[in-house]
């Protein structure tokens, strides 16, 4: 349920007529009422939030919509798949412009699928994205898998990548089977280690089957299911992988209007109206969208302890210092 100071934070954000904050609360608050069991007022608190933001009309009386029905994997996949229900939005996320439309085209032939196939075209589903940590790569895996509403199903490397001869092969196998069997969003996190050059001179005979059976595989699929692979490591791929994929999306550190967007969004619970923006954002030059967010949450950690709900500019640039410092 909403603390006094969400509910002190949405009143707020309304009378300012702030709406990216009203919206940024509002889903706080469902994030808190999941974590606390409270799933049904959860689900239905986002939906509102969804239509009220596309400006789509409510359920006309009578209309009955289905819940999807969670997905487990079971048997071997269990230990290779991480399954998921995210309820992540793109709308939750801080990219810019090119990036944000690359992501949404994807949807729009995810969603209009059927017709694209009718047409003997396929849609948009197996996805390549690189560029630094902590800048949108996994999150935008949850975000497809919560605007289509599909399980996320992360594969595990370490249990995917063994010494064995043909072991590994065998166990990509059973995945891509899956994504036959199960429509989702598929994610390859940490991709160079399983797609690095087979003409690097380190590498042995093993890894170079294993990159070879995924390529077949990759080729012969041709599941609804979306496949994501994400690296920090562009450069490590082997190139044939390029052309396997059908987009290639870069993801960079935020440009200096995406990083006052997340800041404010991050910091939306606490008053920031004397907040020394110029400051804040000379500190946050350089810093990835996660290494924001865990600036934010400290220095609003430290607001709270202090038993105020104001965040001090000192408190924010010295949170955004530390983070630059962590990463050496």
Known sequence: ????????????????GD???????????????AR??????AIDLRDLIDRAKAGVERPKPGQVTRPVPMVQPRGELAGLL???YPKTRLSEMALDAVTHGRI????????DRAHIQSHGLVPLRRLLLVGPPGTGKTMTAAALAGELNIP?????LHSLITKYLGETAAKL??????????????????????GTDRAAKNEVGEIRRVLNSFLQFLEHDASDSIVVAATNHPALLDRALLRRFDAVIEYSLPTRAVTEQVLRSRLALLQTSRLGWKAVLDAAEG?????????????????ILGRRMEVKTAEVVEALKERRSAQG
């Not at 349920?1 to 300012?16: E, F, G, N, W």
């Not at 196998?173 to 399983?194: C, I, P, S, Y």
């Not at 810093?287 to 607001?303: D, I, T, V, W, Y």
Request: charged share 20%; hydrophobic share 50%.
């Open 19 to 33: 709406e990216q904050r009203f919206y940024s609360v509002a889903l706080q608050v469902a994030a808190q009422a």
């Open 173 to 194: 196998r059973l995945v891509f089977d899956a994504m036959q069997a199960t429509r989702a969003v598929f994610l390859f996190d940490e991709f160079d280690a399983l």
């Open 82 to 84: 991480n399954a998921a």
């Open 104 to 111: 949404k085209r994807v949807l729009t032939e995810q969603r």
């Open 152 to 156: 996320l199903f992360s594969i595990q």
């Open 287 to 303: 810093l990835s969208h996660g290494e924001l967010s865990k600036a934010c949450e400290h220095a609003a950690k430290n607001a």
């Open 1 to 16: 349920m909403p603390t006094a100071a969400q509910v002190k934070a949405l009143i707020r954000s309304h009378a300012d």
């Open 36 to 41: 606390q069991g409270h799933n049904r007022f």
